[in-house]
């Protein structure tokens, strides 16, 4: 079974649509988070949600909402998409306050806007 | 505050050693390291937790310093399954913990 799942796994789309990504852990972790990785494969952090709450938000553009309906699931929704947005997406989930423990991630989203 | 990593690049024989080290301006409160092979996740491989720790398992190891400003990755005779890129990640403590990476090294082992 899959620890942390992403879909979709690629997502061509064109400039001004507004897509979503959908994220879910089976792991029983109390946090996930969204990473985006640029053509250079820096890895940002962009949010971050402990028990359906948002802890962590990065300075990134408000087109970017993150929302979390329980917390096995994450999702990403990306409005009026531009160029500059193309990058892949990393979910990821651990337990925030528990020692010794890395980060699980999901298997990435490759954003393409064109 | 992101990371700095070095070397950026570094390319092995099998069975060669090679140290990837990475540097914070300040102490820190956990390093991680991790590994990425092309058109994969980042793969959790360990954390260090207290300055002058050392841990490791199998023949890649790891140790965060006294002041609890840099880590350095240890991998020793070195085999295929090792290429990929290298990232360590840093937590500076408080309530969200938030994990910055780094600048990413990779590591290319040829036959």
């Known amino acids: 079974d899959t620890a942390v799942s992403q879909t979709p796994k690629y997502l061509v789309t064109q400039m001004g649509n507004d897509k979503s990504i959908k994220c879910e852990q089976n792991?029983?972790?109390?946090?996930m988070y969204w990473y985006k990785q640029d053509s250079k494969k820096f890895l940002k952090i962009m949010f971050s949600y402990n028990n359906k709450e948002l802890i962590i938000n990065e300075t990134v553009p408000n087109r970017f909402s993150p929302k979390s309906p329980d917390k096995a699931h994450l999702n990403l929704h990306i409005n009026s998409l531009e160029l500059g947005d193309s990058a892949v997406y990393f979910c990821a989930s651990s337990h925030l306050v528990q020692q010794n423990y890395g980060y699980t991630f999901g298997s990435g989203t490759r954003l393409t806007v064109v | 505050q992101q990371p700095v990593q070095s070397p950026q690049a570094v390319i092995l024989r099998e069975g060669e050693d090679a140290v990837i080290n990475c540097s914070s301006s300040?102490?820190?409160?956990?390093v991680h390291w991790y590994r990425q092979k092309h058109g994969e996740a980042p793969v959790f491989l360990m954390i260090l937790l207290k300055g002058g720790e050392q841990k490791g398992h199998d023949k890649i190891s790891a140790s965060f310093n006294e002041k609890k400003q840099q880590s350095s990755l240890y991998l020793t005779a070195s085999q295929l399954s090792y290429s990929g890129t290298y990232f360590c990640g840093t937590e500076g403590g408080g309530a969200t913990n938030k994990l910055i990476f780094g600048t990413g090294t990779l590591l290319a082992v040829q036959p």
């Open positions: 300040k102490a820190l409160y956990s």
């Open positions: 792991l029983g972790h109390d946090t």
